[in-house]
């Protein structure tokens, strides 16, 4: 079984913003890009043909747009998030498109589908309201253009390696 996911990795001009703060606080931070996931990891033997078909039958209609990331958000579970201003309704289309078809089985519907960038995951209730705290005042624009869709594998040591980059 292979343990894939499907993400947008932005290309912001000041990712390196971005970058600095999950250096300190997402345990991620070496295995994986800043992203925003679509459909979440999951386990199964669908082929990377199979899969790149749903793509191509579910995104046929959609082409590039605008995202805006801004804001910080502390999460449940210790999670911190950059927050998706521009571009959510989109984010939650692709979302629900790719979770029909092969890949229903694999959607979890006990948790909300929020668009956003994990910039921190941490354990410690303490450190974690500092942490927010600390960020609240982080007032940065990310903007770009999303015109890629990326599928994933998750290898066993957690590394994100590029299966597959579905143009819009």
Known sequence: MTNRAI???PHFSNLELIDEIREKYDPLFNYIAPHLTL???FQSELTT???I???EKQLKDVGPFELIAKGITGASDGYVFLDVKIGNDKMIELHDQLYKGILKPHHNRFIPYIPHI???KITDENEYRSVVSELSDFDVEFKTV???ITIEIIDDSEKSLFEFEYKL
Request: aromatic content about 12%; cysteine-free.
């Open 7 to 9: 993400v947008i990795f």
């Open 39 to 41: 459909v979440f990891p």
């Open 49 to 51: 043909k199979e899969l």
């Open 53 to 55: 078909e749903h793509m």
């Open 118 to 120: 994990t910039i921190a």
């Open 146 to 148: 999303i015109d890629k």
